[in-house]
């Protein structure tokens, strides 16, 4: 069942600033139903001819000083962004300027200020955007990269509903050819071809969804940010290093062990991608119970990293360094990171005169120095790689959300039961389609889905 909105337009027209707050060149208050065609008439007459844009004077009605001249543009329904009648005032950016327009736009009667994500949830309840869309025009607005952009876009635009109503059609189909399998359930040899074709489809669509599911998280790593942590001992380098990738002082360096406690994160536009470099404690025996919880969360991160910068002082000299050096592997990580961690391992202070004579070098992938800004863009260009190594191919719709994560998965659940070998009756098969559909449903909005509504269009600013 499709999401339909209630019976009659809304009883009240919303109103908000769709650009941003804030001193501007240009500022656009936008209004939403019944009402906005009246808002300009009583505002601005004569109301334009729809969708051209008229110069108009903007004030209260009565008043012989007007608020401001600016642009002035009506969009009747249905076709407009909302579906609803929808009222545009272009005028100048000045705060005063737009607090006196909304404050006699909102004296009108059934006027009020709009909800965060109350366009856009308007926008849905009209059919003309689905749930999927929604989500990407909520990430377009807060995308900082051009690879988060992209995807953004693509998801705004409908590539992941058209993926997923292309699935819940075929079930749709496979469910019915089920159904009426049932009916015809005493005629043997009909029933077997049919099971059989269906079985076929459904086959293929849970390989389809299976595919999509193991895709190591790329679609949610781009919209959150690909997570890279410095890690390794005491006054191995890792905050210099964290502010000569950042270009600025995001963390405090001191000679002193133990400096850094906490996680210090700053995000990064790598190449057009969307890069989080965590600075952590370093990792030694500690005594003190603040430094010690410092370490338990370094290697938290460290285990949840897409990638781990390991960090060899390449200014120290200890007994072990002459062992290390004779090894043909890297380092061990520490105890308590499991699993097979993506890591560069990095050689710092390669400027001072240790790490250049005297002594044999520990294996590392690169050697840096953040006093001559050697080996630091090369750096940046091997996390990129990695990042889009990771990512794959960024022309597929991907996953970047939970939420049809977790739909996806009940889908994906719904088929292997389906699938199973084990004898089951027809009607217990039909239902397990039927449960399959709903999920890839409720990801776009085509089943009833008001509990993920307020999920959704929460994220939203106020005006969008």
């Known amino acids: 069942m499709s999401l339909t909105p209630a019976a009659g337009p809304p ?24 009402g906005a065609g009246q808002l300009i008439d009583a505002l601005a007459a004569p109301r334009p001819a729809p969708r051209r844009a008229a110069l108009r004077s903007i004030g209260e009605p009565g008043s012989d000083t007007p608020i401001d001249h600016g642009i002035v543009l009506f969009l009747p329904g249905p076709r407009s962004a909302t579906g609803e009648d929808v ?37 849905f309840a009209n059919g003309k955007i689905d749930l999927t869309a929604a989500e990407g025009l909520a990430d377009l607005v807060a995308a900082e ?53 269906v079985r076929a489809t459904v086959a293929g669509l849970r390989d389809a969804v299976g595919r999509h599911l193991d895709d190591r998280r790329r679609g949610e790593i781009l919209r959150d940010g690909f997570q890279v942590v410095l890690a390794g001992p005491p006054n191995a380098g890792k905050s210099s290093l964290l502010n000569a990738l950042a270009r600025r002082d995001a963390a405090i360096v001191s000679a002193e062990a133990g400096t850094t406690r906490d996680v210090v994160e700053v995000r990064l ?58 090894s043909t592997g890297p380092d061990p990580l520490p105890d308590g990171v499991e699993g097979p961690v993506d890591r560069i391992d990095v050689k710092t202070k390669i400027d001072l005169p240790r790490a250049r004579y005297g002594r044999p070098s520990r294996p590392h992938d690169i050697a840096v120095s953040v006093v001559t800004g050697a080996g630091i863009d090369r750096l940046a260009r091997l996390i990129v790689a990695r990042a889009r190594a990771r990512l794959g191919d960024d022309e597929a719709p991907a996953l970047s959300q939970a939420r049809h994560r977790t739909s996806l998965e009940a889908c994906r659940a719904a088929l292997d039961r389906f699938l199973d070998p084990r004898p089951r009756g027809l009607e217990l098969a039909a239902e397990d389609l039927r449960a399959a559909a709903t999920a890839l449903g409720r990801i776009t909005g085509r089943v009833d889905v008001e509990d993920v509504l307020d999920q959704v269009f929460g994220r939203f600013c106020i005006g969008k």
């Open 11 to 34: 009883a009240d027209t919303i109103v908000a600033l769709s650009s941003a707050p804030g001193r501007a060149g240009i500022a656009v208050v936008r209004a939403s139903g019944p």
């Open 87 to 123: 009222a545009e005032f272009h005028v100048h950016g000045g705060r005063a300027i737009v607090s006196a327009l909304l404050a006699v736009v909102c004296a009108r009667p059934g006027v009020r200020l709009a909800e965060p994500g109350e366009f856009a949830r308007r926008a």
């Open 145 to 197: 990269t051009e690879g988060q952009r992209r995807q953004a876009l693509r998801q705004a635009d409908g590539a992941l509903a058209r993926l997923y109503d292309g699935w819940r059609s075929a079930l749709i189909v496979a469910q019915a050819e089920l159904e009426a399998l049932i009916d015809f359930a005493d005629e043997a040899d009909v029933g077997d071809a049919g099971i059989a074709g």
């Open 269 to 326: 536009d790598l190449d057009g991608l969307p890069v989080v470099i965590a600075d952590t404690a370093g990792i030694r025996e500690a005594a003190g119970e603040v430094e010690r919880e410092g370490i338990r969360r370094t290697l938290a991160r460290a285990r949840s990293a897409d990638l781990v910068l390991w960090l060899i002082d390449g200014g120290a000299f200890s007994a072990q360094d002459g062992a290390a050096a004779g």
